[in-house]
């Protein structure tokens, strides 16, 4: 069965601080991991990833991927209090359907 | 301007009715796909549809059901064979099929029953 877990589940930490969000994967047939920020209602795109050891970045936030170990981390340095959502981790498995298998998500509390 | 909108917002309804949850794009996008997301849980798969008059189930389609008249449009109901409907229920879109990053959500309805 294709599953994918976060940890944590949850998460508090004060402006400033650098977290890191993990994903792990068990899939058939992967075909990118993709991360997203949920604010309360629609999740809102943050990257997609295909290739091991590529560094994706957009401001404050990174994202890797492993895929000999099937993992990816999603990196938030200087945190703010905007940064509070639920991350979420998904795999797009198989080709041309557009598929994904979503982690159970990471909430994270940035207080001030 | 140009999106995925979702209505209604809220929606209650009591145990043993079927309701249905509208899910209307003006992106052009072939693909439409809905997910349901429980509290502490990410989005599982209920149904998606690649082209007008063609759908698929997804991961949890039982106690569901969708159309694909047209390319605008992609409606779920949520019959009462669903054991637990309550839940929050979010539309996708997408272009081409295999562009899981082109996938644009709608704002979700969040569907309570009584």
């Known amino acids: 069965e294709d599953k994918v877990v976060q940890s944590p589940l949850s998460l508090v930490v004060h402006e400033g601080d650098t977290v890191t969000l993990n994903c792990s994967y068990e899939?058939?047939?992967?075909?990118?991991l993709l991360w997203y920020k949920q604010e309360k209602k629609a999740p809102t795109f943050l990257f997609m990833l295909?290739?091991?050891?590529i560094e994706k970045k957009s401001g404050r936030l990174s994202s890797i991927l492993d895929k000999k170990e099937l993992f990816s981390i999603l990196n938030i340095t200087a945190t703010q209090t905007g940064d509070s959502a639920v991350y979420l981790c998904a795999v797009e498995i198989s080709s041309n359907t557009g598929k994904l298998i979503f982690g159970q998500g990471t909430t994270l509390q940035v207080k001030p | 301007d140009g999106g995925i909108t979702q209505s209604p917002k809220y929606l209650f309804r009591k145990e043993g009715q079927n309701v249905t949850l509208s899910c209307e794009q003006n992106l052009n996008h072939d693909a439409m796909y809905w997910y349901r997301q429980d509290p502490g849980q990410g989005l599982r798969l209920i149904y998606y549809?690649?082209?007008?008059?063609?759908?698929q189930k997804g991961d949890i389609a039982e106690g569901y059901s969708v159309s694909r008249e047209k390319k605008e449009s992609f409606p779920l109901t949520v019959t009462s064979a669903q054991k637990n409907p309550t839940a929050f229920y979010l539309c996708?879109?997408?272009?081409?099929?295999?562009?899981?990053?082109?996938?644009?959500f709608g704002p979700g309805t969040r569907l309570t029953v009584l």
């Open positions: 996708a879109s997408s272009t081409a099929s295999g562009r899981a990053d082109t996938q644009y």
């Open positions: 899939v058939t047939n992967f075909r990118s």
């Open positions: 549809s690649q082209i007008v008059n063609d759908f």
């Open positions: 295909t290739s091991s050891g």
